[in-house]
Every structure is written in structure tokens, then in C-alpha cells.
């Protein structure tokens, strides 16, 4: 190789080593410099695209905040739940109305209730649904007077 070299008169050798120079720069344009420019342009459009989906989940949650639902309070730690629903059914006077309570498990309880008034028996669950987040899940509901909207019931309570 050295000796090809020393056969090439002064400017094929010049023009040897310019052309190296080329090719060199065109491979480092081909092999670093285009990969890279892709790159950053490919980063700064998923930035963009990122940007424009936080501004609108921004200005999603700016017109929710009114529509959050409240806090739910827990229920007591010392009172087992099923306790806590009897509890809950002397406030407003259906205890009584209880004919039998069956806890399933910790956080379910089967309920019987006879000659409830249904429009009392919906506002209790309302309350503690909105209020401790409890939920029924079944419930059979008979009609036993329709004049006086007395209902008699068979519901799983779970709490959430």
C-alpha cells in the first residue's frame, strides 16, 4: 500500500487524501449525524404531541373538579360491620324491622327486613352509600302494602 502511494505523482496524491476527507465526512454525515438529527426530531414531535395531551387532560380535570365525588368516611375500626349496620338501622328506627341478619364475611352482610316504607329504606341507602361508600350489590324487594309503601326485603350489603 505504501509503495502504491509513492508511485502516485503529488497531486494524485492530493487528491487521494481530498477524496478520503470526502468520503469520511459522507460517512460521518450517513452513520452519525442523520441518525441523530432523526432522532431529536422524532423526540421533539412526541414532546409536542405529549405536551398537547397534558394541556388537555388539564383542562379535562379543570372542568371536573366540580363533579368529584365526596370523601367517603371509613367505618369505625371497633366495630365489626355487621355491628355497624345495626347500628346504623337503629338511627332510623328499622332495627325492629330486622328479622334476621347473616354476616357472610367481613365486609358482607345479608339482610331480611319486613314492612320497611321503601322511601325511608332508599334514603338510608343513599346516605351511607354517598357517605361510607356501602353498597348493595342484591336485593329482593316484595311489596307488602302498596298504600302505605311498605316493602319487605332480602339485600347483600358489601362495604367498598
Known amino acids: 500500500m505504501k509503495r502504491f502511494l509513492t ?3 503529488q497531486r494524485e496524491q492530493r487528491l487521494l487524501i ?10 460521518l454525515w450517513l452513520l452519525v449525524y442523520r441518525p441523530v438529527s432523526n432522532f431529536i426530531m ?12 397534558l394541556t388537555s387532560m388539564q383542562q379535562a380535570a379543570i372542568s371536573l373538579t366540580g363533579q368529584q ?6 367505618l369505625p375500626s371497633d366495630k365489626t360491620f355487621s355491628a355497624w349496620l345495626d347500628g346504623q338501622l337503629m338511627q332510623i328506627n328499622l ?8 354476616p357472610i364475611d367481613e365486609q358482607t352482610v345479608t339482610l331480611w327486613l319486613e314492612s320497611v316504607p321503601f322511601d325511608l329504606w332508599a ?3 343513599q346516605r351511607i352509600y354517598s357517605q361510607y361508600g356501602v353498597v348493595v350489590d342484591q336485593a329482593d324487594i316484595n311489596v307488602t302494602d302498596r ?6 326485603i332480602r339485600m347483600r350489603v358489601t362495604k367498598s
Request: aromatic share 6%; proline share 0%; net charge positive.
Open 147 to 152: 298504600t302505605l309503601g311498605l316493602v319487605t
Open 18 to 27: 481530498y477524496g478520503a476527507g470526502l468520503v469520511f465526512v459522507v460517512l
Open 7 to 9: 508511485q502516485l505523482s
Open 123 to 125: 334514603d338510608w341507602l
Open 95 to 102: 332495627q325492629q324491622a330486622v328479622k334476621r341478619s347473616e
Open 42 to 53: 422524532q423526540q421533539a414531535e412526541l414532546k409536542a404531541q405529549l405536551q398537547r395531551q
Open 69 to 74: 365525588t365526596q370523601i367517603k368516611k371509613s
